[in-house]
């Protein structure tokens, strides 16, 4: 069964440095990986995947992902914070195509980011 | 993308009453889903709704506690039956996108229940 770890439940950075939140991967197969942003009162919106292809994966608000498979590794990153990106976020991943697609979709714990003026 | 509303936004419910969700998408979609966010937890899958056939229920989940229906392609309704204090989470639907875009999902805007 696949499983995913967020090691981090917080991350602090200041505006405008750059940011990284960390996700690490357990899969039987090839993985297909996600990440999703949710703001306070909100659903969770969708901001990037990586399904095959480049390794480095831009998405939504600015964010890219960098897929590493030898380290079993999709970290979130984004060049220059802002204090709007504070917010909860949740890697996921699913570990075959398929019409079934919630039965193996795992999502990790979430780490929340604060953005500091 | 799918744009999804559910109904309602929040409640705040007695020990041992019932609340039914709505989930309402802007297109139609053959398989819709329904989580549990609790308090400072991350989503746990409930159940798998296909329009047509039963609900299927993640370990740990029933049909008597959950019952969900699904009358047709744009719409589901999951019921949170006899609830306790511990029924208190976020509650969101969601919706998968195959083909080409690769899977993945797009979720509601999530119901927040307290049950007191």
């Known amino acids: 069964a696949q499983s995913v770890a967020q090691p981090e439940d917080q991350v602090n950075v200041a505006e405008g440095n750059p940011l990284t939140v960390k996700c690490t991967y357990s899969?039987?197969?090839?993985?297909?990986l996600f990440w999703y942003v949710q703001y306070p009162n909100r659903g969770l919106q969708f901001l990037l995947k990586y399904i095959t292809g480049d390794n480095l994966v831009k998405g939504s608000y600015g964010f890219e992902a960098e897929f590493n498979k030898s380290q079993t590794s999709f970290h979130l990153k984004k060049p220059s914070a802002l204090v709007s990106d504070s917010a909860l976020y949740f890697c996921?991943?699913?570990?075959?195509?398929?019409?079934?697609?919630?039965?193996?979709?795992?999502f990790g714990p979430g780490t929340r980011l604060s953005v500091l003026p | 993308s799918a744009v999804i509303s559910q109904k309602p936004s929040r409640d705040i419910c007695q020990r041992g009453t019932s609340l039914t969700i709505q989930c309402q998408v802007d297109?139609?979609?053959?398989?819709m889903f329904w989580y549990r966010q609790q308090p400072g937890q991350s989503l746990t899958l409930i159940a798998t709704a296909n329009q047509g056939s039963e609900a299927t229920y993640e370990s740990g989940f029933v049909i008597d506690k959950f019952p969900i229906s699904r009358p047709n392609l744009t719409f589901s309704t999951l019921t949170v039956s006899n609830m306790s204090p511990e029924d208190s989470s976020i509650y969101l639907c969601?919706?998968?996108?195959?083909?080409?875009?690769?899977?993945?999902?797009?979720f509601g805007p999530g119901t927040r229940l307290t049950v007191l």
């Open positions: 996921a991943v699913r570990d075959a195509p398929g019409a079934n697609y919630g039965q193996n979709f795992v």
């Open positions: 969601s919706v998968g996108r195959g083909g080409r875009s690769g899977n993945e999902q797009f």
């Open positions: 899969v039987s197969g090839n993985p297909y």
């Open positions: 297109s139609q979609v053959t398989m």
